[in-house]
């Protein structure tokens, strides 16, 4: 199982950026698919989670309304469109699969699997 988060830079407070997830090797079996982040100085976040099988969607409460989380089967990606972004959004991203967490319960941060991180700073 491999992932790649993709897409992150720079960008003003209410400004928009969207992040790339390039997979291979996911199947059903790893639940659902996803993204955290981490701020410095602060706890790891979920983020934003998808079920691989019937796509059911989940976000934190933090970034509901703001951000969409989508995938493309046919390319293997998954992808994290974020609008009205704010400071307190600036992290590092991460992407991962086989979510211990993703539900209607609420999303956790620890996955099975997760690749490189890409970078989001909200500042002006």
């Known amino acids: 199982v491999q992932l790649q988060a993709s897409g992150g830079g720079l960008v003003q407070p209410g400004g928009s950026l969207r992040l790339t997830c390039a997979t291979s090797?996911?199947?059903?079996?790893?639940?659902?698919t996803g993204w955290f982040r981490q701020a410095p100085g602060k706890e790891r976040e979920g983020v934003s989670c998808?079920?691989?099988?019937?796509?059911?969607?989940f976000y934190a409460d933090s970034v509901k309304g703001r951000f969409t989380i989508t995938r493309d089967n046919a390319k293997k990606t998954v992808y994290l469109q974020m609008d009205s972004l704010k400071p307190e959004d600036t992290g590092v991203y991460y992407c991962?699969?086989?979510?211990?967490?993703?539900?209607?319960?609420?999303?956790?941060?620890?996955?099975?699997?997760w690749g490189q991180g890409t970078l989001v700073t909200v500042s002006s």
């Open positions: 991962g699969t086989g979510a211990w967490r993703c539900g209607y319960g609420g999303i956790g941060y620890e996955y099975d699997y």
């Open positions: 090797g996911v199947t059903p079996d790893h639940y659902a």
């Open positions: 998808i079920t691989n099988d019937d796509g059911m969607i």
